[in-house]
T-cell receptor, first 116, second 114 residues
Framework: AQKITQTQPGMFVQEKEAVTLDCTYD???????LFWYKQPSSGEMIFLIYQGSYDEQNATEGRYSLNFQKARKSANLVISASQLGDSAMYFC?????????????FGSGTRLLVRP | DAMVIQNPRYQVTQFGKPVTLSCSQT?????MYWYQQKSSQAPKLLFHYYDKDFNNEADTPDNFQSRRPNTSFCFLDIRSPGLGDAAMYLCATSAGQLAKNIQYFGAGTRLSVL
């Protein structure tokens, strides 16, 4: 069975600094997808970034980048130039299922607090 | 220009009183999902629709049902809510294509059971 592990329950970062949120995964599939979502206290899940297992380049979306190390089965999220609005829960997730209506397997999340 | 809309944002119901949560989407996506997220936990998939095809997760209690009358709308029915059903309920949609198949979530409905 597929599994996502986030070992950091909580993280602090100073405003304007970069922060890395860890994510490791376990799967026997050759083709898979990894996602990061942000969940503010309001509750909505906001898609941040996606990495496909066959993507040769690390994914980037604005201040978000994904440090994908396939051999180590890690997909860490890097947030550059942290802002106060980045304070939220962050979930790493993996796509499970090979058909078009896949489901997401989520990690336990990391709560990030940005200090002014 | 919200794309996945959940109503209401907050719902209070009484123990055992049926409740319906609503989700609509303007993305014209094939797939609609319902997740349950309890406090300080990760979301857990309850079921999903691919078009009209319903797919139930094996461990979803019978107390939870869903309806999808058309592409745009999907409902979550809790027939007899218990105290353990208090949670955030998240609706998501995806286009149903294999490559970079992003799930987009609504803002959620926070359910309280008294």
């Amino acid at each position: 069975a597929q599994k996502i592990t986030q070992t950091q329950p909580g993280m602090f970062v100073q405003e304007k600094e970069a922060v890395t949120l860890d994510c490791t995964y376990d799967t026997s599939d050759q083709s898979y997808g990894l996602f990061w979502y942000k969940q503010p206290s309001s509750g909505e899940m906001i898609f941040l970034i996606y990495q496909g297992s066959y993507d040769e380049q690390n994914a980037t979306e604005g201040r978000y980048s994904l440090n994908f190390q396939k051999a180590r089965k890690s997909a860490n999220l890097v947030i550059s130039a942290s802002q106060l609005g980045d304070s939220a829960m962050y979930f790493c997730a993996m796509r499970e299922g090979k058909d078009s209506s896949y489901k997401l397997i989520f990690g336990s999340g990391t709560r990030l607090l940005v200090r002014p | 220009d919200a794309m996945v809309i959940q109503n209401p944002r907050y719902q209070v119901t009484q123990f055992g009183k049926p409740v319906t949560l609503s989700c609509s989407q303007t993305l014209n996506h094939n797939v609609m999902y319902w997740y349950q997220q309890k406090s300080s936990q990760a979301p857990k998939l309850l079921f999903h629709y691919y078009d009209k095809d319903f797919n139930n997760e094996a461990d979803t209690p019978d107390n939870f049902q869903s309806r999808r009358p058309n592409t745009s709308f999907c409902f979550l029915d809790i027939r007899s809510p218990g105290l353990g059903d208090a949670a955030m309920y998240l609706c998501a949609t995806s286009a149903g294509q294999l490559a970079k198949n992003i799930q987009y979530f609504g803002a959620g409905t926070r359910l309280s059971v008294l």
